[in-house]
């Protein structure tokens, strides 16, 4: 009989020590949420032990303008929970507040949390209770080891505990290397929210976005040394900075097929996709474009140039120079020949009186014209006003022979190509040339609602190419840049072509339409990722860095521009501008040829006269 007393006296001692503990865990409950400034709260419980705590909370909430919803989980189905968790969802997005008092019932409660946890790979990427749900728990010592096998998902959860005594811990969840974890949160830190819900500040904490790629579409991909793929262009540098800023890294997923691309982000197998930001009423209906959109003003035609017939015979080894090139060399040859003749034979008879004069003039003509083939010749000037002539002729005919041999020796191995067009006008003109344009893109929009003629007969054009040829609207970007490299006589109108192509490798021309275009970032219908790359993209475009890093990406290309700018004119023949340099040195030379005749002239007279006093 004693035994029984003291049993029962046992058991109603532990009760109210454990309800002195709840009551504490309560107290902490309402010091936490009146710290966080929780408008609404979603307050979940399963036992009804805990009816007089909850009576407490609903107390508390009626002094202050805060709304909740009560759900007791013994009296809901789990279809009935999905319905209750998507509403929720639905009304609290994207701050989403729950508390959970957990009952005796171990795997009751365990099923609750691993259904939550488990909802947002359930629902087709509509919902994110992972980043987005804030969890204040109340659960016994002994369900906290179990937890840890639950929360995979969930990032923020935080744990009171109730302890015997009345004492009272709180723990708040921690991500790890290893996994969950949960820490002790310090008394005096209760009331900071950073302490409470560290993951906050982390973003998403590192979740795995899929990011559909196409190649050559405002991104590059080059292959490393290691045989790892590497995308770069400025669209790349965006997402970079997004990835950081929302901390969530990315699995590229490549497709050549935009179309392809578009159809899995709606089936959302892709969580993030980017293209034209074009608005129309069906595709609103299928995918949501994230704003601001970006300006990029580079639509483009790819071309390749045509092989130009090498010309033969004597025609063909004055190819290197144009005809008025050798007019001025004709013109300094005769000048300096004139020149050199004057300077030499009156100089020498005039001033010094010398008979050593060679008499000979056809030396001095055949002398000059030999050293536009050869470095020097025989000639010796026998004064300095000849010899800084003849040092001027000579320097003249080394840069004239070299650039001469350089040219020729490279238009007899490099088969010469030229520009097919210059103007969009020309290539709408062209009967035998195809054009294509890639499918399923903005730019087939901006072609159909063009006001501007030469467009209108472009688009025409194409149209008129793709009954012939059914590939010219062809999606897959790779094909048609292949179409383009090895049909000698096929253009490719396409958004970002300059940049999107290395020079060094494929040999492409590229002339601008003068059409801009916008850029985007698509997601599916009600991602849950819309309003973070929202607001952070307009961040970005308020604070300059969208248009930063769209300068930095063209200086960085602007040296590949440049090489095909160069590579263009490698088969212009050789005209007076780009000579008109060396051109100077003939006229310099002369002029300091007649300067130093006059004063040698001045130094003769001079010494006569001297002489001529002296003997008087």
């Given at each position: 009989?004693?035994?029984?007393?003291?049993?029962v006296?046992?058991?109603?001692?532990?009760?109210?020590?454990?309800?002195?503990?709840?009551?504490?865990?309560?107290?902490?409950?309402?010091?936490?949420?009146?710290?966080?400034?929780?408008?609404?709260?979603?307050?979940?419980?399963d036992?009804?032990?805990?009816?007089?705590?909850?009576?407490?909370?609903?107390?508390?909430?009626?002094?202050?303008e805060?709304?909740?919803?009560?759900?007791?989980?013994?009296?809901?189905?789990?279809?009935?929970?999905?319905?209750?968790?998507?509403?929720?969802?639905?009304s609290?997005?994207?701050?989403?507040?729950?508390?959970?008092?957990a009952?005796?019932?171990?795997?009751?409660?365990?099923?609750f949390?691993?259904?939550?946890?488990?909802?947002?790979?359930?629902?087709?990427?509509?919902?994110?209770f992972?980043?987005?749900?804030?969890?204040?728990?109340?659960?016994?010592?002994?369900?906290?080891?179990?937890?840890?096998?639950?929360?995979?998902?969930?990032?923020?959860?935080?744990?009171?505990?109730?302890?015997?005594?009345?004492c009272?811990e709180?723990?708040?969840?921690?991500?790890?290397?290893?996994?969950?974890?949960?820490?002790?949160?310090?008394?005096?830190?209760?009331?900071i929210k950073?302490?409470?819900?560290?993951?906050?500040?982390?973003g998403?904490?590192?979740?795995?976005?899929?990011?559909?790629?196409?190649?050559?579409?405002?991104?590059?991909?080059h292959?490393?040394?290691?045989?790892?793929?590497?995308?770069?262009g400025?669209?790349m540098?965006?997402?970079?900075?997004?990835?950081?800023?929302?901390?969530?890294?990315?699995?590229?997923?490549?497709?050549?097929?935009?179309?392809?691309?578009?159809?899995?982000?709606?089936?959302?197998?892709?969580?993030?996709?980017?293209?034209?930001?074009?608005?129309?009423?069906?595709?609103?209906?299928?995918?949501?474009?994230?704003?601001?959109?970006?300006?990029?003003?580079?639509?483009?035609?790819?071309?390749?140039?045509?092989?130009?017939?090498?010309?033969?015979?004597?025609?063909?080894?004055?190819?290197?120079?144009?005809?008025?090139?050798y007019?001025?060399?004709?013109?300094?040859?005769i000048?300096?020949t004139?020149?050199?003749?004057?300077?030499?034979?009156?100089?020498?008879?005039?001033?010094?009186?010398s008979?050593?004069?060679?008499?000979?003039?056809?030396?001095?003509?055949?002398?000059?014209?030999?050293?536009?083939?050869?470095?020097?010749?025989?000639?010796?000037?026998?004064?300095?006003?000849?010899?800084?002539?003849?040092?001027?002729w000579?320097?003249?005919?080394?840069?004239?022979?070299?650039?001469?041999?350089?040219?020729?020796?490279s238009?007899?191995v490099?088969?010469?190509?030229?520009e097919?067009f210059?103007?969009l006008?020309?290539?709408?003109?062209?009967?035998?040339?195809?054009?294509?344009i890639?499918?399923?893109?903005?730019?087939?929009?901006?072609?159909?609602?063009?006001?501007?003629?030469t467009?209108k007969?472009l688009?025409h054009?194409?149209q008129?190419s793709?009954?012939?040829?059914?590939?010219?609207l062809?999606?897959?970007?790779?094909r048609?840049?292949?179409?383009?490299?090895?049909?000698?006589?096929?253009?490719?109108?396409?958004?970002?072509?300059?940049?999107?192509i290395?020079?060094?490798?494929?040999?492409?021309?590229?002339?601008?339409?003068?059409?801009?275009?916008q850029?985007?970032?698509?997601?599916?219908?009600q991602?849950?990722?819309?309003?973070d790359?929202?607001?952070?993209?307009?961040?970005?475009?308020?604070?300059?860095?969208?248009?930063?890093?769209?300068?930095?990406d063209?200086?960085?290309h602007?040296?590949?521009?440049n090489?095909?700018?160069i590579?263009?004119?490698?088969?212009?023949?050789?005209?007076?501008?780009?000579?008109?340099?060396?051109?100077?040195?003939?006229?310099?030379?002369?002029?300091?040829?007649?300067?130093?005749?006059?004063?040698e002239?001045?130094?003769?007279?001079?010494?006569?006269?001297?002489?001529?006093?002296?003997?008087?």
């Amino acid at each position: 009989m004693k035994v029984v007393k003291r049993g029962v006296l046992l058991l109603t001692l532990t009760m109210i020590l454990g309800t002195t503990s709840r009551k504490n865990a309560v107290k902490t409950l309402i010091t936490m949420i009146d710290m966080l400034k929780w408008r609404k709260l979603n307050l979940f419980y399963d036992d009804k032990i805990h009816n007089k705590f909850i009576d407490e909370i609903l107390k508390y909430l009626d002094d202050t303008e805060a709304q909740r919803n009560l759900i007791n989980l013994g009296e809901i189905s789990a279809s009935r929970l999905e319905q209750t968790l998507m509403k929720i969802h639905a009304s609290d997005f994207p701050d989403i507040h729950f508390v959970y008092l957990a009952g005796v019932n171990h795997s009751k409660s365990l099923e609750f949390i691993r259904s939550v946890n488990n909802y947002d790979l359930n629902s087709n990427k509509t919902t994110d209770f992972r980043s987005k749900s804030q969890w204040i728990l109340i659960v016994s010592s002994s369900f906290v080891s179990e937890l840890k096998q639950v929360l995979l998902d969930l990032c923020h959860v935080v744990l009171v505990v109730p302890l015997q005594g009345g004492c009272v811990e709180v723990k708040t969840l921690v991500k790890t290397p290893t996994g969950p974890n949960f820490v002790n949160v310090r008394p005096d830190k209760l009331r900071i929210k950073d302490d409470l819900f560290p993951n906050i500040k982390y973003g998403y904490n590192g979740r795995n976005l899929i990011l559909g790629m196409v190649p050559y579409f405002y991104i590059r991909s080059h292959i490393m040394n290691n045989g790892s793929i590497k995308y770069v262009g400025w669209m790349m540098d965006l997402l970079v900075q997004l990835a950081h800023t929302l901390n969530f890294t990315y699995i590229e997923y490549e497709s050549d097929d935009y179309k392809y691309l578009i159809q899995k982000t709606i089936r959302r197998e892709i969580d993030v996709l980017y293209g034209e930001y074009i608005l129309t009423q069906e595709r609103s209906r299928l995918m949501h474009f994230i704003n601001p959109p970006m300006k990029y003003d580079a639509v483009v035609v790819l071309y390749r140039k045509i092989k130009e017939d090498k010309k033969t015979g004597w025609i063909g080894i004055l190819r290197p120079f144009e005809y008025n090139v050798y007019y001025i060399i004709i013109i300094a040859y005769i000048i300096i020949t004139c020149v050199y003749t004057l300077v030499e034979y009156i100089a020498m008879r005039s001033f010094r009186k010398s008979t050593k004069v060679s008499k000979n003039l056809k030396e001095i003509p055949f002398g000059l014209f030999g050293s536009l083939f050869q470095e020097g010749g025989h000639l010796q000037p026998k004064t300095d006003t000849g010899r800084i002539l003849l040092a001027s002729w000579w320097l003249f005919c080394v840069v004239i022979a070299s650039s001469y041999s350089a040219y020729l020796i490279s238009s007899l191995v490099f088969e010469p190509e030229i520009e097919p067009f210059s103007s969009l006008q020309q290539l709408v003109e062209l009967p035998d040339w195809k054009i294509g344009i890639p499918g399923d893109t903005g730019v087939i929009d901006m072609f159909k609602n063009s006001s501007d003629e030469t467009i209108k007969l472009l688009w025409h054009k194409i149209q008129k190419s793709n009954t012939t040829q059914l590939f010219s609207l062809d999606t897959n970007i790779t094909r048609q840049y292949e179409r383009v490299k090895k049909t000698e006589k096929y253009a490719f109108v396409f958004a970002d072509g300059l940049r999107s192509i290395d020079n060094k490798d494929d040999c492409f021309s590229t002339m601008r339409i003068g059409l801009s275009v916008q850029v985007s970032f698509y997601v599916p219908l009600q991602s849950p990722l819309i309003r973070d790359m929202e607001q952070t993209v307009s961040r970005f475009s308020d604070n300059g860095l969208l248009n930063m890093l769209f300068k930095a990406d063209l200086r960085k290309h602007s040296c590949e521009w440049n090489n095909q700018l160069i590579s263009k004119q490698k088969d212009q023949t050789i005209g007076i501008g780009n000579l008109l340099g060396v051109f100077y040195i003939v006229p310099i030379g002369v002029v300091f040829a007649i300067l130093g005749l006059f004063a040698e002239y001045l130094y003769v007279k001079i010494y006569e006269l001297r002489t001529n006093t002296f003997n008087k």
